[in-house]
């Protein structure tokens, strides 16, 4: 299991994808990915404040409903390749690892201490800020704690 330390990462992330769409296994075998496409000014203002080192949980949105593995921004400040006017930003990232075992959205809406989560405040959001001790609780539910 790669080690990873989220202290050294001066912010911490939870990116949403449709696995239809972009899955995990597809980041798996790009091994390098694009997050482009998101049209929310809020999550493509977190998109910009990205840097590269910082991690973030990729989370199947739609279907599976669960966070699935771990990420590192690679490359940050871009703009979006799939937008013709150039206001909207991107990122690369690599994978870092699958979790041991997913976390599903019902078990982060169970739980109290997961309650004021952006992933829960903010579900339209896809991409959000994960505080520190939200990210270690939620390795904690995938059996990495």
Not at 47 to 56: K, P, Q, S, T
Not at 63 to 71: L, R
Not at 97 to 112: C, E, F, G, N, S
Not at 118 to 131: F, G, H, I, K, Q
């Amino acid at each position: 299991m790669t080690e990873i330390n989220p202290a050294l990462s001066d912010r911490l992330w939870l990116m949403k994808s449709e696995p239809d769409a972009y899955s995990w296994d597809d980041l798996l075998a790009e091994g390098e990915g694009t997050w482009d496409g998101v049209r929310n000014h809020r999550a493509a203002n977190n998109l910009r404040a990205m840097e590269v080192g910082d991690l973030a949980f990729f989370y199947h949105s739609n279907i599976g409903k669960e966070i699935v593995g771990i990420v590192t921004i690679s490359q940050g400040g871009l703009t979006d390749p799939t937008d013709p006017d150039g206001k909207w930003a991107a990122v690369k990232v690599k994978p870092v690892r699958k979790l041991a075992r997913p976390v599903t959205l019902a078990q982060i809406k169970a739980d109290p201490a997961l309650a004021d989560m952006e992933l829960l405040r903010l579900s339209r959001l896809s991409v959000a800020e994960v505080t520190p001790g939200h990210w270690a609780h939620i390795l904690g539910l995938a059996g990495e704690g």
